[in-house]
Structure formats: C-alpha cells, structure tokens
C-alpha cells in the first residue's frame, strides 16, 4: 500500500504540475476529438509471451466531455488462438475533468482507489495527450499504464507502456488513422 500512495504522490504532482509553455505547433484538447482507427503491434512482448510480436485492432474515439473535460473511449481486438479465430475485445472509457491546472484532467471513476479503483489523469503537452493509469490488484501488485497519443498529420500515433511493480511488462506502438472528426 505504501508504494501505491508514494506511486500516486509522484503521479499526481506531475500532472498537476503547470503546463509547459506550448510550442509553435502545440495543440488543444479540442484537435483530438474525433474517431480513430488502426492496427497496433507489441513492440517487446512480455516474458512469458513466447509469440512475440503481436498485431492487434485498436479503435480510439475521443469526444468533449462538460465543463472543459473529454471522454475517451478505446476499444482493442487482439487475437489469442495460434490461427486467430480467437479474438480477445476490450473496452475502456474513461470521463476526465478539469484538474485546476491547464491542460491537466483527472478521470472519474465509477471506484474509489481504496476499494481497488484506478487513479487516472491526463496532460497535454504539444501536441502530445498522456493518459496516466495506476491500479492496486488484490495481491497488492502496482500496475502502472501509461498512454501517449500524439497527433500525426493523417490521425493519432498511439504508444502504450504497461508496467508491474515498476517493471515494463508491454509496450504497443500504433498508427491510428482519423476516420471522423468530433465537433466540440
């Protein structure tokens, strides 16, 4: 427990640290609303994963949520049978409000973090939005997911990190391709 409040300490003060100064091509939380699509592939697959790489289906959709916050929405297909008539779907969505500083969101969830609930919060830098996700599972293991979607010229190039009590466990790049622009 107390490497998960140190954890949440250091990840809070970053996100609520005050937005840098953007850059002459920075962006508004407002130029990443929209619907995107793509393939992902794992980059350095976990151990215990003897496959080795993997492609998976990777689906984003990110729209203005009340009071300067967005809601984001992702869905990722992978396959789990050697001739991937398998197929594994999850589905995230997450609300994220205004933080009291610029460019920074915190997630309402549904679960307080005391009762095995996630600690989620978002910045904006550049052209860059960064979705931090902590989580305690029940044998007291940190699980830490870090999110990088950074605007391309053609949609949003995703990298995903997944760590385990600060090890990298999973890393996913992908190329997602802006199918709809989301009006705010």
Same mark, same amino acid.
């Given at each position: 427990?107390?490497?998960? *409040?140190?954890?949440?300490?250091?990840?809070?003060?970053?996100?609520?640290?005050?937005?840098?100064?953007?850059?002459?091509?920075?962006?508004?939380?407002?130029?990443? @609303?929209?619907?995107?699509?793509?393939?992902?592939? #794992?980059?350095? &697959?976990?151990?215990?994963?003897?496959?080795?790489?993997?492609?998976?289906?990777?689906?984003?959709?990110?729209? &203005?949520?009340?009071?300067?916050?967005?809601?984001?929405?992702? *869905?990722?297909?992978?396959?789990?049978?050697?001739?991937?008539?398998?197929?594994?779907?999850? @589905?995230?969505?997450?609300? @994220?409000?205004?933080?009291?500083?610029?460019?920074?969101?915190?997630?309402?969830?549904?679960?307080?973090?005391?009762?095995?609930? &996630?600690?989620?919060?978002?910045?904006?830098?550049?052209?860059?939005?960064?979705?931090?996700?902590?989580?305690?599972?029940?044998?007291?293991?940190?699980?830490?997911? #870090?999110?990088?979607?950074?605007?391309?010229? #053609?949609?949003?190039?995703? *990298? @995903?990190?997944?760590?385990?009590?600060?090890?990298?466990?999973?890393?996913?790049?992908?190329?997602?391709?802006?199918?709809?622009?989301?009006?705010?």
């Amino acid at each position: 427990m107390k490497g998960l *409040v140190v954890a949440a300490g250091i990840l809070a003060a970053l996100a609520l640290q005050p937005a840098a100064a953007q850059s002459k091509r920075g962006a508004a939380l407002k130029d990443f @609303f929209g619907e995107y699509v793509g393939k992902a592939v #794992t980059r350095k &697959p976990a151990a215990r994963d003897t496959r080795g790489k993997r492609n998976r289906q990777a689906n984003v959709v990110i729209r &203005p949520a009340g009071q300067g916050g967005f809601r984001i929405t992702w *869905v990722t297909i992978r396959r789990v049978s050697v001739l991937g008539a398998k197929r594994k779907t999850r @589905f995230t969505e997450m609300t @994220f409000l205004p933080a009291g500083k610029p460019n920074r969101w915190r997630a309402t969830l549904s679960k307080p973090l005391a009762q095995g609930g &996630p600690l989620a919060l978002a910045a904006l830098s550049g052209r860059t939005l960064t979705i931090h996700v902590l989580a305690l599972d029940s044998r007291g293991r940190l699980h830490a997911a #870090t999110y990088l979607r950074s605007l391309s010229r #053609t949609g949003l190039h995703l *990298v @995903f990190r997944r760590g385990l009590n600060s090890l990298q466990v999973r890393r996913v790049a992908a190329t997602l391709k802006r199918v709809k622009r989301t009006r705010n």
